[in-house]
């Protein structure tokens, strides 16, 4: 397997293609023309923004701002992109996935990468390198540059000619490569490629994880198929605290809450966690979620009231 060495972008990287891409619940266009905020954010205040870009209160500015910063530093959407595999946050589904390459626990990853859409991959420093800033790409465009760049690296890009975005096909081009336990990661927003990754009729010693990730704007409708993953990330919806950390397993983090569904999701975290370099605090409780009242994001009025009523209406987990 090559190693994918740090690459540094150029001090004016430009960005090549179009791209759409979800940011706190706005969705977001990146082209040649620049950074456009098409839709105000659901989310008011995140810690992890916050970490990350300094911003204490979250409107289309701050999203603008916070996307324009990862095109100019790391050559998001840019021929330039850098691809480094440092970690970036302690449960994240890249950090996760490359600790389970590593280990021997999948066979490869199942991503999404601007430039390329879906890429299939065994190479773990590369899964990282392609998710540590990544945020829910809704549609993408190909460059030559990000695609040849992830060729090199043990990766597999599903469709050059389009970049498209379709996870069950790169978990059906994981098993006609060979592989045989696979792991991947699907948006809320392709909530039901969840359940048609379950339907597939797999060999005996064929096997999918399928981490639920990008969670913030899923709706009411999306739970019956985001219910079928093995690890949710609530990302900052309440919907799916309420909902999905109900039926969890177990939890890890507070502020964006990662929920085991499954127990083979439940065994793969507790391999992540003998990995992760942190102490750790681990206690028995009779339900969860688990809330500590302050923390995790912060949703704008508005979006809290709707989302409320979507709670009330689900009365139980799908």
């Known amino acids: 397997m090559n190693r994918l060495a740090p690459t540094a972008v150029s001090r004016r ?9 979800y940011c706190c619940g706005s969705r977001v266009r990146i082209s040649q023309s620049g950074v456009e905020v098409l839709t105000e954010p659901c ?6 923004h916050d970490a990350l870009y300094g911003t204490k209160h979250i409107d289309r500015e701050a999203v603008r701002k916070s996307v324009e910063s990862k095109v100019s530093t790391v050559g998001f959407c840019c021929r330039e992109r850098s691809f480094r595999s440092e970690p970036v946050v302690a449960y994240g589904a890249s950090e996760m996935m490359q600790v389970w390459l590593r280990k021997g626990l999948i066979d490869c990853a199942v991503v999404v990468c601007e430039g390329t859409g879906t890429v299939i991959t065994s190479n773990g420093e590369l899964v990282q390198s392609i998710g540590a800033r990544l945020t829910g790409i809704v549609k993408t465009s190909p460059v030559e540059e990000i695609i040849q760049r992830i060729k090199a690296s043990d990766g597999v890009v599903l469709d050059e000619a389009t970049a498209r975005i379709d996870q069950l096909e790169g978990v059906k081009r994981a098993f006609d490569l060979g ?12 909530s039901k490629t969840i359940s048609d990754i379950r339907k597939l009729r797999t060999r005996p010693d064929q096997d999918v994880l399928v981490f639920s990730v990008c969670n913030t704007c899923a709706r009411r409708q ?4 985001i219910a079928n993953a093995d690890i949710v990330c609530a990302s900052a ?11 969890s397993l177990m939890q890890v983090g507070v502020t964006i809450p990662v929920y ?29 979620p688990y809330e500590v ?5 912060r949703l704008r009025v508005s979006y809290a009231t709707k989302s409320l009523k979507r709670q009330r209406r689900a009365k139980s987990p799908p």
């Open 13 to 21: 990287p430009c960005v090549s293609g179009k791209h759409e891409i």
């Open 43 to 48: 989310v008011e205040y995140c810690p992890l």
């Open 179 to 190: 592989f045989r336990r696979v792991a991947a990661s699907v948006a809320s927003f392709q």
């Open 222 to 225: 999306d739970l019956k198929h």
């Open 237 to 247: 919806s309440n919907l799916l605290r309420t909902v999905i950390g109900k039926k």
């Open 260 to 288: 085991a569904v499954t127990k083979k999701g439940k065994k793969h975290i507790l391999v992540y966690l003998e990995e992760l370099k942190a102490k750790l605090v681990a206690f028995r409780t009779s339900a969860l």
């Open 293 to 297: 009242e302050g923390k995790g994001p």
